[in-house]
């Protein structure tokens, strides 16, 4: 049902539209997490209904774009690549969007004990990002080129699952989406603490914690955004027998290339900064 709250075309048309559906798929992932069990994978398992709410309005959107790259008025040279590509972009950001607000209005207005073990993987990971970031280790042990090798590493993988399922790229990006909104739920709750109103606290935590990841984050997801769009595009590509046109695969080389650049720019950008 989930998947049939917005349709391809429309979502393309109002890419907007998507942060809803995400905010919806979003809150019933993160409900039934809480409902089925708050092991120690419970973050990984909101994650994962996420992903299969969200993954068939994905490969439709996928395979939209892969159909129009291969009109010839829509394919002409004078038509940009941004112009071409630029509707999938915008979905997986507003799509991106959407899990961040769900996720940290969630893990602020519902009990700490609670949210903490449906969100327990998010957990783990960003006190282990803060333990290594307030020893100094972080900025021993990972420097640029640490960092290159892991943003590529998970580049890799983003495009290698956008291939193998279409929409795989979905689960990383719901993934970091995740960890962003239970940062934001936690420094609120740090605010209100110390007496601030909840919601006070979420509308200061909020651009606090997007401004601390936008510098190297925005090239960094950006980077998984355009690998995942060109790993789904090429699958379907070869489903369509299309790999044979110019213009497709054109589109496909730079927009790798481009991936390649957002990671490393993102990753000279976080160690510049430790």
Known sequence: MLESLLEAERAEKSPWKVIFVAIAIGAVAIALAAIIGQGSES???????????????MV???HIEEREDTKPW????????????GDMFAVYTFYFIGIIIVTSLFFTIFPANVMGQVFANQVKELGAINSLRMTGHIASACGFMCLVENNLGVLGLVMLFSFMFGAGAVYIITWNASIVGVLIGTIARQQAAMGSSLAMSYLIALPYSLVSIFPHGVFEIGGY?????????????MLRSDYKNKTVMKDLTIITLLSVIFVI??????SSSL
């Open 43 to 57: 973050g990984h398992l909101v994650v994962a209904f996420a992903c299969i709410a969200a993954a068939p309005l």
């Open 74 to 85: 829509f394919s002409k040279s004078e038509i940009g690549l941004l112009m071409r590509h």
């Open 60 to 62: 439709q959107v996928i």
């Open 265 to 270: 720019i993102g990753a000279a950008i976080e």
């Open 225 to 237: 955004f355009l690998g995942g769009l060109t790993s789904g595009m090429l699958g379907a590509a």
